[in-house]
């Protein structure tokens, strides 16, 4: 499977073919060197062959949508040189999520491989694609519209740390895993998806642990 490479980079500020250009240039060079590049820029054809910032009456905040759920599933980021707003926004999505962003495309084709073996299980990437629905379907319900762990983070409240909340709860599922273990079965909730609900909250857990060591080595003079 090839590395995607998600390309950042102005479009709003300065000449805008220069922009597309840049950014096409580059994701042509890494298409050919073996890799998967995503050109955004490429989005101002979207309403015919003369190019615009924002094609077919759409605003800034399609495109921010849009283009930040492609950043969240990329391998690595190559940022483009130029000021731009939304490439910004873009590298700190990357850098929250421990996404690799390079600044150079030499440097990048000299760090990063252009493919990845894929020797998995496909039945592992269903589960995780599982989880990931499972996630979405219980944020829905837990979480809320600027915090997607509120129901861990509330905890801080009582000033217990929102990764340990979610470790608390994670003790919760692995009682029950014990209890399967010595009857052979649960009530009220099956096995799979207990085990579900376990791998979904070890990530959570994972997730919230790093923003609280982030924060604190922040804190660091």
Known sequence: MRTKVYIAGPIVKGPLEHNIRQATEA???????????????????????TPAVRPGG?????????????????????RLPGEGVGSDGEVALANSLHIPVYHNLETLMRTVMPTRPSIG?????????????LHC???????SATDTFANYNRAESFGVPGYMSALLRLGEKMNR?????????????????????????????????????????????
């Not at 379907?137 to 979480?143: A, I, T, V």
């Open 27 to 49: 994701g042509m060079i890494l298409l050919k060197a073996g890799y998967a590049p995503l050109v955004p820029h490429l989005s101002c054809y979207f309403d015919g062959p």
């Open 58 to 78: 759409t605003v800034v905040e399609d495109w921010y949508g849009c283009d930040l759920s492609w950043v969240a599933v990329a391998d690595c980021l190559l």
């Open 121 to 133: 299980d496909p039945r592992f990437k269903k589960l995780l694609d599982d989880t990931w629905e």
């Open 137 to 143: 379907k219980k944020n829905s319900d837990y979480g």
């Open 177 to 221: 895993i014990e209890t399967f273990c010595q009857k052979g079965a649960l009530e009220n909730e099956g096995i799979e998806d207990t085990l579900k609900d376990a791998a979904a909250i070890s990530l959570i857990a994972l997730l919230l642990y790093r923003k609280h060591t982030d924060a604190a080595a922040a804190d660091v003079p």
